[in-house]
C-alpha cells in the first residue's frame, strides 16, 4: 500500500511558477514509477509527465514539454513537477499517482495509487 501526499499548488499570474511535491509513504516508493495527472473541470483526468523508477527516463504530454519538469528523490519518498511558464490552461487539480511497473507509462489506468489532489490555478 502506497500513500500519496500533494502540496505545493496555489493562484499564479500568467507566466509564473510553481513547484509541486508529493510525498509518499512506504518503504517500496522507490521501485514504483511516478506520474502527475491533471484534470480540469469538465474534463477528464489527463496525463502531464512521468519519471521511471530511478529517474533516468522521462516523459512529457506535448502540452507541458519544455515547461514542466519532473523529477524525484527517493531518499526523501517525495517526487516533485517543477511548472514554468504557466498559463491560464494549465489550471487543474494536480494528481500524484504511483505506477504498477518500473518504467514511465502515459496511461492512466497503469496508475494504482493516487493522491488527493492539489488546485493550481493560473489568472490570465
Known amino acids: 500500500q502506497v500513500q500519496l501526499v500533494e502540496s505545493g499548488g496555489g493562484l499564479v499570474q500568467t507566466g509564473g511558477s510553481l513547484r509541486l511535491s508529493c510525498a509518499a509513504s512506504?518503504?517500496?516508493?522507490?521501485?514504483?514509477?511516478m506520474g502527475w495527472f491533471r484534470q480540469a473541470p469538465g474534463k477528464e483526468r489527463e496525463f502531464v509527465a512521468c519519471?521511471?523508477?530511478?529517474?533516468?527516463?522521462?516523459y512529457y504530454a506535448d502540452s507541458v514539454k519544455g515547461r514542466f519538469t519532473i523529477s524525484r528523490d527517493n531518499a526523501k519518498n517525495t517526487v516533485y513537477l517543477q511548472m514554468n511558464s504557466l498559463k491560464p490552461e494549465d489550471t487543474a487539480v494536480y494528481y500524484c499517482?504511483?505506477?504498477?511497473?518500473?518504467?514511465?507509462?502515459?496511461?492512466?489506468?497503469?496508475?494504482?495509487?493516487w493522491g488527493q489532489g492539489t488546485q493550481v490555478t493560473v489568472s490570465s
Open positions: 499517482a504511483a505506477g504498477r511497473s518500473r518504467y514511465c507509462i502515459a496511461l492512466l489506468k497503469e496508475y494504482d495509487y
Open positions: 512506504g518503504h517500496t516508493f522507490s521501485t514504483y514509477a
Open positions: 519519471i521511471s523508477w530511478g529517474g533516468g527516463s522521462t
